[in-house]
């Protein structure tokens, strides 16, 4: 995965409660959690991070990149409403999530199998 204003990319980390058996856990769009399955990407650019906002003021204004700690508050979108693990739809590679601090993680290399509906 990657995000807009993150340095480097991450990957999704999905834990095996309430799954599907097979050989490797299904995501679905509640699969959001900073920290648990949101990992960080890196060092974050964005203006909207309250760190990097104050490193960049106190720097005179160069843009000075800050350690990124995710901030997900809501689910993945769209999800694919057709196929449910757990009640809920499964996330494919077109599914995308927002980060309060304004950036959007997306998959670039899904690395397994991806539901194409």
Known sequence: ????????????????????????????????????????????????????????????GVLTPMPCIPATAAPWTPGVPQVLVGGNPVLNNQCRLLCSYGGMIQFTNPGCQTIQL
């Open 1 to 60: 995965m990657t995000c807009t204003f993150g340095m480097a990319p991450s990957t999704l980390n999905v834990l095996p409660t309430a799954r599907v058996m097979s050989a490797m856990p299904l995501a679905s769009i509640m699969d959001y959690a900073p920290m648990v399955n949101i990992m960080p990407f890196g060092m974050c650019t964005c203006m909207g991070n309250p760190t990097v906002a104050s490193a960049t003021a106190a720097a005179l």
